[in-house]
């Protein structure tokens, strides 16, 4: 990409945001910030006894991740969050304006089988639903893409750099 831009990984839980973001990282020669470490230990807890969070556990980490985001404006970085509503990419976007989106998509049961074989995370595959029953995809007037999860992490990765790069074109 020609200018460095700040890129929020999105999606639903076990999509990859936290394999394909280092890696986009690497790839755009920008530093990656994981949204996870951005959470009071609060929501963390809520999570991992399996109650999904609600609008307002997640506006202070939003601001949070927006701070960072808004910090990279023009230096570029690669944050992941699953950024799951309009409202929640609109917060975002109020912090850093030129923040483009790549919302990594997938087959549900190809998601919940890597949820099920990812070891020490604290999202249970049980909220998996709520996820998707919250996900409002990336509208048109949004920057941002969609790229599928299937196949390797570096494929995933090659895909969204190409599909970022059609974006700026």
Not at 6 to 11: A, L, P
Not at 122 to 141: G, Y
């Amino acid at each position: 990409m020609s200018t460095p831009h700040v890129v929020v990984v999105m999606g639903v839980a076990g999509t990859g945001k936290t394999t394909i973001g280092p890696l986009l990282a690497a790839e755009l020669g920008v530093p990656y910030a994981e949204g996870d470490d951005f959470h009071p230990a609060a929501n963390i807890a809520k999570m991992s006894a399996g109650t999904p969070l609600d609008d307002s556990d997640r506006w202070p980490w939003l601001d949070a991740i927006g701070r960072w985001a808004h910090g990279r404006a023009g230096l570029g970085g690669v944050v992941s969050s699953s950024a799951l509503k309009r409202t929640y990419r609109d917060r975002l976007r109020a912090e850093a304006p030129g923040a483009l989106f790549l919302h990594l998509t997938g087959d549900r049961a190809l998601i919940e089988r890597r949820m099920a074989e990812r070891k020490g995370h604290f999202m249970p595959t049980a909220l998996l639903d709520s996820q998707f029953a919250t996900l409002q995809p990336l509208r048109e007037d949004e920057a941002g893409v969609s790229v599928d999860v299937s196949g390797t992490p570096e494929e995933i990765t090659q895909r969204a750099v190409a599909a970022l790069r059609r974006l700026e074109n």
